[in-house]
Protein backbone atom coordinates (compact mmCIF):
# COMPACT_ATOMS: atom_id res chain seq x y z
CA UNK A 1 0.00 0.00 0.00
CA UNK A 2 2.51 2.51 0.63
CA UNK A 3 4.36 2.20 -2.83
CA UNK A 4 1.01 2.21 -4.46
CA UNK A 5 0.82 5.90 -1.98
CA UNK A 6 4.46 6.82 -3.24
CA UNK A 7 3.64 6.11 -6.94
CA UNK A 8 0.82 7.91 -7.13
CA UNK A 9 2.87 10.86 -5.43
CA UNK A 10 5.19 10.94 -8.41
CA UNK A 11 2.60 10.75 -10.78
CA UNK A 12 0.48 14.11 -9.44
CA UNK A 13 4.09 15.85 -9.17
CA UNK A 14 4.53 14.54 -12.82
CA UNK A 15 1.33 15.88 -13.70
CA UNK A 16 2.23 19.61 -12.25
CA UNK A 17 5.00 19.57 -14.12
CA UNK A 18 3.67 18.16 -17.28
CA UNK A 19 0.26 19.20 -17.59
CA UNK A 20 -1.38 17.90 -20.58
CA UNK A 21 -0.82 19.21 -23.46
CA UNK A 22 2.68 20.54 -22.59
CA UNK A 23 4.30 17.80 -24.85
CA UNK A 24 6.18 14.70 -24.22
CA UNK A 25 7.35 13.83 -20.64
CA UNK A 26 10.89 13.74 -20.45
CA UNK A 27 12.36 10.69 -19.04
CA UNK A 28 14.10 11.06 -15.39
CA UNK A 29 17.62 12.23 -15.87
CA UNK A 30 17.29 13.72 -19.41
CA UNK A 31 18.16 17.29 -19.95
CA UNK A 32 17.58 19.99 -23.05
CA UNK A 33 20.49 20.17 -25.26
CA UNK A 34 19.08 24.16 -26.00
CA UNK A 35 19.86 25.54 -22.48
CA UNK A 36 23.24 26.34 -23.44
CA UNK A 37 22.42 29.44 -25.71
CA UNK A 38 20.25 30.76 -22.60
CA UNK A 39 22.38 30.30 -20.12
CA UNK A 40 25.95 31.72 -21.39
CA UNK A 41 23.30 34.95 -23.18
CA UNK A 42 22.27 35.29 -19.74
CA UNK A 43 25.04 34.73 -17.48
CA UNK A 44 26.51 37.20 -20.11
CA UNK A 45 23.84 39.72 -19.57
CA UNK A 46 24.30 39.91 -15.96
CA UNK A 47 28.22 40.47 -15.93
CA UNK A 48 27.45 43.27 -18.01
CA UNK A 49 25.29 45.18 -15.58
CA UNK A 50 27.94 44.62 -13.13
CA UNK A 51 30.61 45.88 -15.25
CA UNK A 52 29.08 49.11 -16.13
CA UNK A 53 27.43 50.12 -12.88
CA UNK A 54 31.41 49.61 -11.67
CA UNK A 55 32.48 51.74 -14.22
CA UNK A 56 30.05 54.64 -13.91
CA UNK A 57 30.25 54.42 -9.98
CA UNK A 58 34.64 54.33 -10.05
CA UNK A 59 34.73 57.26 -12.58
CA UNK A 60 36.35 55.57 -15.49
CA UNK A 61 36.91 58.04 -18.09
CA UNK A 62 34.26 57.55 -20.55
CA UNK A 63 35.93 56.56 -23.77
CA UNK A 64 38.29 53.57 -21.76
CA UNK A 65 34.53 52.44 -19.99
CA UNK A 66 33.00 52.01 -23.59
CA UNK A 67 35.82 50.56 -25.09
CA UNK A 68 35.52 47.84 -22.17
CA UNK A 69 32.20 47.45 -22.99
CA UNK A 70 32.08 47.68 -26.33
CA UNK A 71 35.28 44.60 -26.88
CA UNK A 72 33.30 42.52 -24.43
CA UNK A 73 30.12 42.92 -26.08
CA UNK A 74 31.70 42.74 -29.44
CA UNK A 75 33.07 39.11 -28.66
CA UNK A 76 30.41 37.78 -26.67
CA UNK A 77 27.89 38.44 -29.61
CA UNK A 78 30.37 37.13 -32.61
CA UNK A 79 28.85 35.15 -35.41
CA UNK A 80 31.28 32.37 -35.72
CA UNK A 81 31.00 32.16 -31.65
CA UNK A 82 26.91 32.04 -31.91
CA UNK A 83 26.60 29.26 -34.65
CA UNK A 84 28.57 27.07 -32.33
CA UNK A 85 26.78 28.05 -29.32
CA UNK A 86 23.33 27.37 -31.12
CA UNK A 87 24.42 23.82 -32.04
CA UNK A 88 22.61 21.38 -29.61
CA UNK A 89 24.54 20.12 -27.22
CA UNK A 90 24.71 19.47 -23.10
CA UNK A 91 25.58 22.07 -20.73
CA UNK A 92 29.21 22.25 -19.82
CA UNK A 93 30.32 21.72 -16.49
CA UNK A 94 30.71 25.07 -13.93
CA UNK A 95 34.84 24.96 -14.21
CA UNK A 96 34.66 24.45 -18.09
CA UNK A 97 31.56 27.61 -18.85
CA UNK A 98 33.72 29.59 -15.86
CA UNK A 99 36.50 29.57 -18.74
CA UNK A 100 34.22 30.95 -21.31
CA UNK A 101 33.62 33.68 -18.93
CA UNK A 102 37.09 34.42 -18.36
CA UNK A 103 38.20 34.53 -21.69
CA UNK A 104 35.19 36.55 -22.10
CA UNK A 105 35.46 39.28 -18.86
CA UNK A 106 39.75 39.93 -20.98
CA UNK A 107 38.54 40.82 -24.24
CA UNK A 108 39.70 44.46 -23.95
CA UNK A 109 42.14 46.90 -21.77
CA UNK A 110 40.40 45.13 -18.64
CA UNK A 111 42.31 42.50 -16.50
CA UNK A 112 41.08 40.42 -13.01
CA UNK A 113 42.81 38.36 -10.39
CA UNK A 114 41.10 34.35 -9.20
CA UNK A 115 39.15 36.03 -6.60
CA UNK A 116 37.83 38.86 -8.41
CA UNK A 117 36.70 36.87 -11.28
CA UNK A 118 35.38 34.21 -8.72
CA UNK A 119 33.34 37.35 -7.08
CA UNK A 120 32.13 38.20 -10.61
CA UNK A 121 31.63 35.19 -11.48
CA UNK A 122 29.01 34.51 -8.20
CA UNK A 123 26.81 37.50 -8.74
CA UNK A 124 26.43 36.35 -11.94
CA UNK A 125 25.14 32.98 -11.44
CA UNK A 126 23.39 33.94 -7.97
CA UNK A 127 21.17 36.41 -10.19
CA UNK A 128 20.23 34.32 -12.63
CA UNK A 129 19.66 31.38 -10.60
CA UNK A 130 17.04 34.09 -8.71
CA UNK A 131 15.26 34.45 -12.15
CA UNK A 132 15.36 31.36 -12.92
CA UNK A 133 13.44 30.21 -9.87
CA UNK A 134 11.18 32.77 -10.02
CA UNK A 135 10.14 33.13 -13.53
CA UNK A 136 6.07 32.70 -13.59
CA UNK A 137 6.19 29.52 -16.27
CA UNK A 138 9.55 28.41 -17.94
CA UNK A 139 8.80 29.70 -21.64
CA UNK A 140 9.65 33.42 -19.47
CA UNK A 141 12.79 32.23 -19.47
CA UNK A 142 13.13 33.60 -23.41
CA UNK A 143 11.47 36.60 -22.31
CA UNK A 144 13.69 37.25 -19.40
CA UNK A 145 16.77 36.96 -22.23
CA UNK A 146 15.30 39.54 -24.03
CA UNK A 147 15.66 41.72 -20.95
CA UNK A 148 19.23 41.26 -20.58
CA UNK A 149 19.46 41.52 -24.97
CA UNK A 150 17.64 44.76 -24.83
CA UNK A 151 19.77 46.19 -21.43
CA UNK A 152 22.68 45.44 -24.25
CA UNK A 153 21.53 46.85 -26.83
CA UNK A 154 21.05 50.02 -24.52
CA UNK A 155 24.82 50.00 -23.66
CA UNK A 156 25.96 50.19 -27.40
CA UNK A 157 22.99 52.26 -29.23
CA UNK A 158 26.03 54.62 -30.87
CA UNK A 159 27.63 51.52 -31.71
CA UNK A 160 25.26 50.17 -35.05
CA UNK A 161 28.16 47.38 -35.96
CA UNK A 162 27.56 45.89 -32.84
CA UNK A 163 23.98 46.48 -32.78
CA UNK A 164 23.79 44.59 -35.83
CA UNK A 165 25.06 41.25 -33.85
CA UNK A 166 23.09 41.45 -31.24
CA UNK A 167 19.73 41.74 -33.75
CA UNK A 168 21.24 38.67 -35.69
CA UNK A 169 21.27 36.83 -32.48
CA UNK A 170 17.99 38.20 -31.21
CA UNK A 171 16.59 36.83 -34.52
CA UNK A 172 18.23 33.41 -33.98
CA UNK A 173 16.84 33.08 -30.56
CA UNK A 174 13.57 33.62 -31.85
CA UNK A 175 13.86 31.01 -34.54
CA UNK A 176 15.19 28.48 -32.13
CA UNK A 177 12.86 28.73 -29.15
CA UNK A 178 10.21 30.80 -30.70
CA UNK A 179 8.21 27.03 -31.67
CA UNK A 180 9.02 25.07 -28.93
CA UNK A 181 6.28 23.95 -26.42
CA UNK A 182 5.73 24.12 -23.26
CA UNK A 183 7.44 21.20 -22.06
CA UNK A 184 10.36 21.74 -24.11
CA UNK A 185 10.72 24.39 -21.78
CA UNK A 186 10.25 23.08 -19.01
CA UNK A 187 13.07 20.70 -19.67
CA UNK A 188 15.26 23.45 -20.18
CA UNK A 189 14.29 25.31 -16.94
CA UNK A 190 14.91 21.79 -15.02
CA UNK A 191 18.32 21.63 -16.70
CA UNK A 192 18.96 25.12 -15.73
CA UNK A 193 18.32 24.45 -12.14
CA UNK A 194 19.98 20.85 -12.12
CA UNK A 195 23.33 23.45 -13.03
CA UNK A 196 22.68 25.79 -10.33
CA UNK A 197 21.19 23.68 -7.37
CA UNK A 198 24.70 23.68 -5.33
CA UNK A 199 25.26 26.77 -5.50
CA UNK A 200 23.90 28.94 -2.55
CA UNK A 201 26.31 32.37 -2.49
CA UNK A 202 24.13 34.81 -0.48
CA UNK A 203 24.10 38.20 -1.89
CA UNK A 204 23.53 41.47 0.44
CA UNK A 205 20.94 42.57 -2.59
CA UNK A 206 18.97 39.26 -2.16
CA UNK A 207 19.16 39.46 2.00
CA UNK A 208 18.00 43.10 2.30
CA UNK A 209 14.75 42.60 -0.04
CA UNK A 210 14.33 39.09 2.12
CA UNK A 211 14.33 37.43 -1.06
CA UNK A 212 16.91 35.18 0.13
CA UNK A 213 17.88 33.32 3.34
CA UNK A 214 21.02 33.37 5.31
CA UNK A 215 21.58 30.02 4.57
CA UNK A 216 21.99 31.23 0.92
CA UNK A 217 18.59 29.75 -0.56
CA UNK A 218 15.74 31.82 -2.37
CA UNK A 219 12.40 32.40 -0.35
CA UNK A 220 9.84 31.78 -3.44
CA UNK A 221 6.98 33.98 -2.36
CA UNK A 222 3.02 33.41 -2.19
CA UNK A 223 1.69 36.37 -3.56
CA UNK A 224 2.37 38.31 -6.53
CA UNK A 225 1.61 38.22 -10.60
CA UNK A 226 0.79 35.04 -12.00
CA UNK A 227 1.56 33.38 -14.71
CA UNK A 228 -0.03 34.43 -17.82
CA UNK A 229 -3.27 32.60 -19.01
CA UNK A 230 -3.89 31.13 -15.77
CA UNK A 231 -6.25 32.28 -13.01
CA UNK A 232 -6.56 33.34 -9.54
CA UNK A 233 -6.33 30.38 -7.40
CA UNK A 234 -9.56 30.18 -5.14
CA UNK A 235 -12.00 28.66 -7.13
CA UNK A 236 -12.50 24.52 -7.83
CA UNK A 237 -14.36 23.40 -10.83
CA UNK A 238 -15.52 19.41 -10.99
CA UNK A 239 -16.21 18.25 -14.23
CA UNK A 240 -18.70 15.30 -15.09
CA UNK A 241 -17.07 12.39 -17.75
CA UNK A 242 -18.90 14.97 -20.71
CA UNK A 243 -16.59 17.25 -19.88
CA UNK A 244 -19.45 19.53 -18.46
CA UNK A 245 -19.04 21.04 -15.30
CA UNK A 246 -21.41 19.88 -12.60
CA UNK A 247 -20.33 21.86 -9.06
CA UNK A 248 -18.08 24.85 -7.82
CA UNK A 249 -16.82 25.48 -4.51
CA UNK A 250 -14.54 27.72 -3.23
CA UNK A 251 -10.61 27.89 -0.90
CA UNK A 252 -9.10 30.76 0.42
CA UNK A 253 -5.56 31.23 -0.97
CA UNK A 254 -3.80 32.76 1.66
CA UNK A 255 -1.90 35.03 -0.75
CA UNK A 256 -2.28 38.65 -3.07
CA UNK A 257 -2.56 37.45 -6.67
CA UNK A 258 -3.26 39.41 -9.61
CA UNK A 259 -3.54 38.92 -13.20
CA UNK A 260 -0.97 40.17 -15.31
CA UNK A 261 -2.81 42.55 -18.02
CA UNK A 262 -0.81 41.27 -21.05
CA UNK A 263 1.34 38.63 -22.18
CA UNK A 264 5.31 39.90 -22.49
CA UNK A 265 6.55 40.19 -25.76
CA UNK A 266 8.63 37.57 -28.07
CA UNK A 267 9.31 39.85 -30.66
CA UNK A 268 12.29 41.48 -31.50
CA UNK A 269 11.34 44.56 -29.90
CA UNK A 270 8.18 45.56 -27.43
CA UNK A 271 7.37 45.39 -23.95
CA UNK A 272 8.63 42.10 -22.39
CA UNK A 273 6.24 42.86 -19.08
CA UNK A 274 8.29 41.02 -16.59
CA UNK A 275 11.01 42.90 -14.81
CA UNK A 276 13.46 39.32 -13.97
CA UNK A 277 16.10 39.84 -16.31
CA UNK A 278 16.19 43.99 -16.11
CA UNK A 279 19.34 45.76 -14.57
CA UNK A 280 19.17 45.42 -10.85
CA UNK A 281 22.51 47.36 -10.46
CA UNK A 282 21.05 50.52 -12.28
CA UNK A 283 20.27 52.59 -8.67
CA UNK A 284 23.97 51.69 -6.95
CA UNK A 285 23.18 49.64 -3.80
CA UNK A 286 25.78 47.93 -1.60
CA UNK A 287 26.01 44.41 -3.10
CA UNK A 288 28.45 41.73 -1.17
CA UNK A 289 29.10 38.16 -1.48
CA UNK A 290 29.61 35.62 1.38
CA UNK A 291 30.16 31.87 1.06
CA UNK A 292 26.73 30.59 3.27
CA UNK A 293 27.42 27.63 6.02
CA UNK A 294 25.54 25.62 3.36
CA UNK A 295 27.88 25.91 0.72
CA UNK A 296 30.79 25.23 2.35
CA UNK A 297 29.44 21.94 4.10
CA UNK A 298 28.52 21.05 0.17
CA UNK A 299 32.12 21.34 -0.36
CA UNK A 300 32.94 17.59 0.04
CA UNK A 301 30.69 17.14 -2.60
CA UNK A 302 31.44 19.02 -4.86
CA UNK A 303 34.77 17.90 -4.57
CA UNK A 304 33.60 14.45 -5.97
CA UNK A 305 32.63 16.63 -9.32
CA UNK A 306 36.33 17.87 -9.61
CA UNK A 307 37.74 13.99 -9.94
CA UNK A 308 38.84 12.90 -13.15
CA UNK A 309 36.15 12.58 -15.72
CA UNK A 310 36.14 9.70 -18.24
CA UNK A 311 33.80 12.07 -20.00
CA UNK A 312 36.17 15.00 -19.35
CA UNK A 313 38.11 14.90 -23.02
CA UNK A 314 35.48 14.86 -25.03
CA UNK A 315 33.96 18.12 -22.96
CA UNK A 316 37.31 19.80 -23.20
CA UNK A 317 37.38 19.16 -27.36
CA UNK A 318 34.05 21.06 -27.48
CA UNK A 319 34.38 23.75 -25.09
CA UNK A 320 37.56 24.35 -27.52
CA UNK A 321 35.65 24.33 -30.42
CA UNK A 322 33.58 26.82 -28.58
CA UNK A 323 36.10 28.71 -27.44
CA UNK A 324 37.59 28.48 -31.19
CA UNK A 325 34.19 30.86 -32.08
CA UNK A 326 35.47 33.20 -29.74
CA UNK A 327 38.19 36.30 -31.85
CA UNK A 328 40.04 38.00 -28.86
CA UNK A 329 41.25 41.23 -30.30
CA UNK A 330 44.98 41.68 -28.92
CA UNK A 331 45.10 45.06 -27.67
CA UNK A 332 47.23 47.84 -29.11
CA UNK A 333 50.86 48.44 -27.54
CA UNK A 334 49.64 51.86 -26.76
CA UNK A 335 46.35 51.19 -25.10
CA UNK A 336 47.08 51.47 -21.24
CA UNK A 337 45.35 48.64 -19.54
CA UNK A 338 44.16 48.52 -15.88
CA UNK A 339 43.30 46.11 -13.09
CA UNK A 340 39.53 45.32 -12.38
CA UNK A 341 39.47 44.87 -8.67
CA UNK A 342 36.20 43.60 -6.88
CA UNK A 343 37.52 43.91 -3.65
CA UNK A 344 38.03 47.74 -1.04
CA UNK A 345 41.73 46.74 -1.10
CA UNK A 346 44.74 44.19 -2.51
CA UNK A 347 44.52 42.93 0.61
CA UNK A 348 40.86 41.82 0.84
CA UNK A 349 41.36 40.44 -2.36
CA UNK A 350 44.42 38.06 -1.42
CA UNK A 351 42.42 37.16 1.45
CA UNK A 352 39.44 36.01 -0.40
CA UNK A 353 41.71 34.33 -2.76
CA UNK A 354 43.12 32.26 0.45
CA UNK A 355 39.95 31.73 2.79
CA UNK A 356 37.63 30.61 -0.56
CA UNK A 357 37.41 26.77 -0.59
CA UNK A 358 39.56 25.26 -3.29
CA UNK A 359 36.82 22.87 -4.14
CA UNK A 360 34.38 26.32 -4.43
CA UNK A 361 37.02 28.09 -6.68
CA UNK A 362 36.21 27.73 -10.44
CA UNK A 363 40.07 27.47 -11.87
CA UNK A 364 40.35 28.47 -15.51
CA UNK A 365 40.49 24.32 -16.86
CA UNK A 366 43.35 24.20 -18.90
CA UNK A 367 42.97 22.62 -22.23
CA UNK A 368 45.86 20.64 -23.49
CA UNK A 369 45.78 19.83 -27.59
CA UNK A 370 50.00 18.50 -27.70
CA UNK A 371 49.75 15.46 -26.29
CA UNK A 372 48.41 13.84 -28.78
CA UNK A 373 49.38 16.04 -32.02
CA UNK A 374 47.93 14.05 -35.05
CA UNK A 375 44.46 13.41 -33.19
CA UNK A 376 44.27 17.10 -32.17
CA UNK A 377 45.56 19.09 -34.39
CA UNK A 378 42.33 20.69 -34.95
CA UNK A 379 41.94 21.66 -31.14
CA UNK A 380 45.92 23.20 -30.87
CA UNK A 381 45.32 25.31 -34.06
CA UNK A 382 41.70 27.03 -32.21
CA UNK A 383 43.79 27.38 -28.96
CA UNK A 384 46.85 29.14 -30.40
CA UNK A 385 44.81 31.11 -32.08
CA UNK A 386 42.60 31.88 -28.56
CA UNK A 387 45.65 32.83 -27.16
CA UNK A 388 45.77 36.76 -26.01
CA UNK A 389 49.10 38.37 -25.58
CA UNK A 390 49.64 39.47 -21.84
CA UNK A 391 49.54 43.03 -20.84
CA UNK A 392 52.50 44.76 -19.75
CA UNK A 393 52.36 45.61 -16.49
CA UNK A 394 51.19 49.84 -16.09
CA UNK A 395 52.78 51.91 -13.06
CA UNK A 396 49.67 53.24 -12.28
CA UNK A 397 48.18 54.89 -9.14
CA UNK A 398 45.94 53.20 -7.15
CA UNK A 399 43.38 56.19 -8.35
CA UNK A 400 43.95 55.00 -11.63
CA UNK A 401 43.05 51.74 -11.35
CA UNK A 402 39.64 50.49 -11.31
CA UNK A 403 39.81 49.22 -7.16
CA UNK A 404 37.03 48.06 -5.04
CA UNK A 405 34.82 47.20 -8.51
CA UNK A 406 32.37 45.29 -6.12
CA UNK A 407 33.18 46.87 -2.78
CA UNK A 408 29.71 48.84 -2.68
CA UNK A 409 28.04 46.08 -4.74
Known sequence: RRWRRQSRKRSDLGGLLFPAGAGPRPKSGVMSTRTL???????????????????????????????VMNDIITTMFNKKFMEELFKPQELYSKKALRTVYDRLAHASIMRLNQASMDKL????????????????????????????????????????????????????????????????????????????????????????????????????????????????????????????????????????????????????????????????????????????????????RMKENTAPNPLAKEELNLLARLMGGLEIKKPLSTEAGFR??????????????LTRPEELSYQVVSIQADQDQERNEELSRIMEEFEVAEQPRQSTSKGADLLAMMDEL
Open 37 to 67: PLLFLNLGGEMLYILDQRLRAQSIPGEKARK
Open 340 to 353: LNLFTSDEEEEHAA
Open 121 to 300: YDLMTMAFKYQVLLCPRPKDILLITFNHLDAIKDFIQDSPGILNQVDETFRQLIDTYGSLSDGEFQLIRQTLLIFFQDMHIRVSIFLKDKVQNSNGRFVLPTSGPLPWGTEVPGLIRIFNSKGDEIKRSEFVHGGNYFLPLREGSFDLYGDRVIKLGTNMYSISRPVETHMSGTAKKMAS
